[in-house]
């Protein structure tokens, strides 16, 4: 159904809509919340304590005031609730409330509190009549995710047309469903944006989390049944590359490490296609075995590509297989192909590896766009491998004749479920980190702990070493009371002096300025390397011995973990320092859990445990595999489930139609 049969929705919000991936009113409900925000009973002022987000029931003591601030209109007023205490209230850029609230109204304000300087003030409220607010009560509204020109209401408002003009068959019989203890499609599609209650979104969830197990599962069986039994095609006896490359590295493999690459060496010489995950956790050196097998492919005269999610990780990798080349006088030709090359760029690129010149192509999803043609690609290597789905593995693959694959992922998944999800792969695991390799000393502090971090930082540099600062913002949001990267730097500048030197990195900057600013941090030439998380997966740099997070409450332990494995890299002690905004007990409980452990399996385990309704989305290892909603760690049993399920739906004749296998909303 076209969006703009949906009442409401024109050409401009169509096109709003469009930015955000939703351009049909099916897409429009597929666009699941982000999370949940329940109303609950107005709050005294005194109450307030630490609280995020309150709602008063207040009476305007104060006539409106308004200013402008850099582009920003700023309202603000003074309320007082039956107790008598007051508190101010700001709106940032509605200035047609002036005219609305007057002296003396009584409302019900409902925002975020905001702390500064022993200041408390309630921000961007929304404004209730006591019977409307009445109404909201206890109901779960959802929460979505949004873009300029559109809000949360209009997105609801928008979704509850659509979910009464469409229909929802299911490919699930009424039999299985029961057998699995899951809902109808149409029933999970309604509940999921407008439960009842948190055990009717439970029920939901777990319909729609079956559903995208299911469809990845069946895909995946589905490739498998065309590769079964592939011959190899590419059969490598020879080593000597790789020797030669071991025998000059200036650490020496750990044993974890020797076994997988001998894995790697059988499957290469074994008479069907190598198809292998290796496992590993941050730190553990899955990058240097997937590089010998490329070298050891070139040595043979074939070509390998690496793909990897960021181009920041894509440069590095291919400066570092350069180095490896120089180090060891290797003669073979490594190409660099991400998607902001020049047009001119891309075209040489293109040429050198059709031509078979380039023998190693390390890259992003740009390696399988159409217009790129292997020679003779004998070994796919995808990097990080949580963050691609299954079909953009398959599309890579497809781009050579029947090449070897190598996955790669540092998700602590139990090999139980690593089996289901990687049916078609043989499983490696390297469980030791490098043998010189220190343990990172843990630390979770509030903000008063920052003065002690910058003369601890201070003392790093000045014995030779480097630091990373995280911040999970880019820029200044009035909205948001988080730290972030621009404002950051400068404090830092500030605060060191021409003694350090600090500079900022963010994802929103062009790929030569990441490239360069990582450069100069790699050189040392940089410092301190303030950064949001566009560092979080596989930059390598040995010489970083401090990693301090600002905000570590919004992150998840998972990229907390990922962070973490940017420092301790080298044969220096390394330390990180997790800063929480807030001292409520139980997300410094959660902190403390990276303190306890550096094994990423321990820490998911434990982080389960911890997770509530509020978390129901929002802490979850977004993206694995391409996954909306499912969660490989939370959803194990579930998984479990649908990999059962599939083996019964395709036994008994079944299929599924291909053009609705990421929707499940029609019958299959």
Same mark, same amino acid.
């Given at each position: 159904?076209? @969006?703009?049969?949906?009442?409401?929705?024109?050409?401009?919000?169509?096109?709003?809509?469009?930015?955000?991936?939703?351009?049909?009113?099916?897409?429009?409900?597929?666009?699941?919340?982000?999370?949940?925000?329940?109303?609950?009973?107005?709050? /005294?002022?005194?109450?307030?304590? *630490?609280? =995020?987000?309150?709602?008063?029931?207040? #009476?305007?003591?104060?006539?409106?005031?308004?200013?402008?601030?850099? *582009?920003?209109?700023?309202?603000?007023? $003074?309320?007082?609730?039956?107790?008598?205490? %007051?508190?101010?209230?700001?709106?940032?850029?509605?200035?047609?409330?002036?005219?609305?609230?007057?002296?003396?109204?009584?409302?019900?304000?409902?925002?975020?509190?905001?702390?500064?300087?022993?200041?408390? #003030?309630?921000?961007?409220? +929304?404004?209730?009549? /006591?019977?409307?607010?009445?109404?909201?009560?206890?109901?779960?509204?959802?929460?979505?995710? /949004?873009?300029?020109?559109?809000?949360?209401?209009?997105?609801?408002?928008?979704?509850?047309? &659509?979910?009464?003009?469409?229909?929802?068959?299911?490919?699930?019989?009424?039999?299985?469903?029961?057998?699995?203890?899951?809902?109808?499609?149409?029933?999970?599609?309604?509940?999921?944006?407008?439960?009842?209650? %948190?055990?009717?979104?439970?029920?939901?969830? *777990?319909?729609?989390?079956?559903?995208?197990?299911?469809?990845?599962?069946?895909?995946?069986?589905?490739?498998?049944?065309?590769?079964?039994?592939?011959?190899?095609?590419?059969?490598?006896?020879?080593?000597?590359?790789?020797?030669?490359?071991?025998?000059?590295?200036?650490?020496?493999? $750990?044993?974890?490490?020797?076994?997988?690459?001998?894995?790697?060496?059988?499957?290469?010489?074994?008479?069907?296609?190598?198809?292998?995950?290796?496992?590993?956790?941050?730190?553990?050196?899955?990058?240097?075995?997937?590089?010998?097998?490329?070298?050891?492919?070139?040595?043979?005269?074939?070509?390998?590509?690496?793909?990897?999610?960021?181009?920041?990780?894509?440069?590095?990798?291919?400066?570092?297989?350069?180095?490896? !080349? =120089?180090?060891?006088?290797?003669?073979?030709?490594?190409? /660099? @192909?991400?998607?902001? !090359?020049? &047009?001119?760029?891309?075209?040489?690129?293109?040429?050198?590896? +059709?031509?078979?010149?380039?023998?190693?192509?390390?890259?992003?999803?740009?390696?399988?766009?159409?217009?790129?043609?292997?020679?003779?690609?004998? !070994?796919?290597?995808?990097?990080?491998?949580?963050?691609?789905?299954?079909?953009?593995?398959?599309?890579?693959?497809?781009?050579?004749? #029947?090449?070897?694959?190598?996955?790669?992922?540092?998700?602590?998944?139990?090999? #139980? !479920?690593?089996?289901?999800?990687?049916?078609?792969?043989?499983?490696?695991?390297?469980?030791?980190?490098?043998?010189?390799?220190?343990?990172?000393?843990?630390?979770?502090?509030?903000?008063?702990?920052?003065?002690?971090?910058?003369?601890?930082?201070?003392?790093?540099?000045?014995?030779?070493?480097? &630091?990373?600062?995280?911040?999970?913002?880019?820029?200044?949001?009035e909205m948001l009371e988080a730290e972030n990267v621009i404002d950051y730097a400068t404090i830092l500048k500030e605060r060191f002096g021409d003694r350090i030197k600090v500079e900022y990195l963010h994802g929103k900057m062009r790929a030569e300025q990441k490239s360069e600013i990582l450069g100069r941090f790699e050189k040392n030439e940089i410092n301190v390397l303030v950064s949001t998380t566009v560092v979080e997966v596989g930059i390598n740099v040995p010489n970083a011995t401090v990693m301090m997070v600002e905000n570590s409450e919004r992150f998840s332990l998972a990229s907390l973990h990922q962070l973490r494995g940017r420092v301790g890299r080298g044969e220096y002690q390394s330390y990180c320092i997790f800063v929480s905004a807030t001292q409520k007990p139980d997300k410094l409980e959660r902190l403390k859990i990276l303190v306890q452990s550096n094994d990423g399996f321990y820490i998911a385990s434990e982080d389960l445990k911890l997770r509530g309704p509020g978390d129901f989305f929002g802490v979850r290892q977004s993206g694995e595999m391409g996954f909306e909603i499912a969660d490989i760690l939370t959803d194990g049993k579930i998984l479990?489930?649908?990999?059962?399920?599939?083996?019964?739906?395709?036994?008994?004749?079944?299929?599924?139609?291909?053009?609705?296998? *990421?929707?499940?909303?029609?019958?299959?």
């Open positions: 159904m076209d @969006l703009k049969e949906i009442k409401g929705i024109g050409d401009k919000t169509s096109l709003v809509l469009n930015k955000l991936n939703i351009v049909d009113a099916e897409g429009l409900v597929r666009h699941f919340p982000r999370n949940y925000d329940i109303y609950e009973e107005p709050t /005294l002022i005194r109450d307030i304590d *630490n609280k =995020a987000v309150v709602a008063i029931d207040g #009476t305007v003591v104060k006539s409106m005031d308004m200013k402008h601030v850099k *582009n920003l209109t700023l309202l603000t007023t $003074t309320i007082r609730d039956a107790n008598g205490d %007051f508190l101010k209230v700001t709106w940032y850029n509605m200035p047609f409330l002036r005219s609305t609230i007057k002296m003396s109204m009584r409302f019900v304000f409902r925002g975020r509190i905001k702390r500064m300087n022993h200041i408390i #003030t309630l921000e961007q409220p +929304e404004i209730f009549t /006591l019977a409307k607010y009445e109404e909201k009560l206890h109901v779960m509204q959802p929460v979505y995710s /949004l873009t300029k020109g559109i809000s949360n209401n209009q997105m609801a408002k928008f979704v509850k047309e &659509a979910l009464d003009k469409l229909s929802f068959d299911d490919y699930l019989s009424q039999e299985m469903r029961e057998k699995y203890h899951q809902c109808e499609m149409e029933e999970a599609i309604k509940n999921i944006h407008f439960p009842d209650n %948190f055990e009717v979104l439970k029920t939901a969830r *777990n319909r729609l989390v079956f559903d995208e197990f299911f469809t990845f599962l069946y895909r995946l069986k589905k490739l498998k049944e065309k590769e079964i039994e592939v011959p190899n095609r590419y059969i490598i006896n020879n080593h000597d590359v790789s020797d030669k490359v071991i025998g000059n590295l200036k650490f020496a493999l $750990t044993g974890a490490q020797k076994r997988v690459l001998q894995d790697i060496f059988k499957d290469m010489q074994g008479k069907v296609v190598m198809q292998r995950l290796i496992q590993g956790d941050v730190g553990s050196g899955k990058t240097i075995v997937a590089f010998l097998a490329m070298l050891d492919m070139a040595g043979a005269g074939l070509q390998s590509a690496l793909m990897v999610p960021t181009e920041v990780l894509a440069n590095q990798h291919y400066e570092s297989m350069q180095r490896l !080349l =120089a180090e060891n006088g290797l003669p073979y030709e490594v190409a /660099l @192909l991400t998607g902001s !090359l020049g &047009a001119s760029a891309k075209k040489r690129l293109y040429e050198g590896i +059709e031509s078979g010149k380039n023998n190693i192509i390390i890259g992003t999803h740009a390696l399988f766009q159409e217009k790129v043609v292997y020679d003779r690609l004998g !070994l796919v290597v995808i990097d990080e491998q949580h963050r691609f789905g299954v079909m953009q593995r398959a599309m890579l693959q497809e781009k050579g004749v #029947t090449p070897h694959t190598i996955v790669m992922s540092a998700t602590p998944i139990p090999r #139980t !479920l690593a089996m289901i999800l990687y049916a078609d792969m043989d499983i490696s695991v390297i469980d030791e980190l490098p043998a010189k390799r220190l343990t990172i000393k843990n630390c979770v502090v509030t903000k008063d702990y920052r003065p002690n971090a910058y003369n601890f930082i201070e003392k790093q540099v000045k014995s030779g070493r480097q &630091a990373y600062v995280i911040c999970p913002m880019v820029e200044e949001n479990s489930d649908a990999a059962r399920a599939v083996d019964e739906f395709i036994l008994s004749g079944h299929e599924l139609i291909d053009k609705n296998m *990421n929707n499940g909303i029609v019958i299959y």
